[in-house]
């Protein structure tokens, strides 16, 4: 599985961003694919994860109400919408892969960065 995302950049604070992420290689029906985003300083967090065959979702208190994760099947690609984006948002965005059955993400794309100022 072959990950690349991308639509990072600079958003002011209540902004709105959308990151894609577009999936290519081995069939992934069975995967899960989820957004992490590590901050200068900070541990990586997780943002957000779909599972790509029925899309169930599951986004953290942090960003819930305000992320929202979806795929596009026909395009092969997991999007993260952002909205009222807040400086504390700041960071370098991930899109990675797990199969389902394990907790492991063993595929992760390169990040893309997102700024919010305030």
């Known amino acids: 599985v072959q990950l690349q995302a991308s639509g990072g950049g600079l958003a002011q604070a209540g902004g709105s961003l959308r990151l894609s992420c577009e999936v290519s290689?081995?069939?992934?029906?069975?995967?899960?694919m989820g957004w992490f985003r590590q901050a200068p300083g900070k541990e990586r967090e997780f943002v957000a994860a779909?599972?790509?065959?029925?899309?169930?979702?599951d986004l953290p208190d942090p960003v819930k109400g305000r992320f929202t994760i979806s795929r596009d099947n026909a395009k092969n690609m997991v999007l993260l919408q952002m909205n009222s984006l807040k400086p504390e948002d700041t960071a370098v965005y991930f899109c990675?892969?797990?199969?389902?059955?394990?907790?492991?993400?063993?595929?992760w794309g390169q990040g893309t960065l997102v700024t919010v100022s305030s």
């Open positions: 990675a892969a797990r199969v389902k059955r394990s907790l492991r993400y063993a595929y």
């Open positions: 779909i599972s790509w065959s029925d899309g169930a979702t």
């Open positions: 290689g081995r069939s992934f029906s069975s995967y899960v």
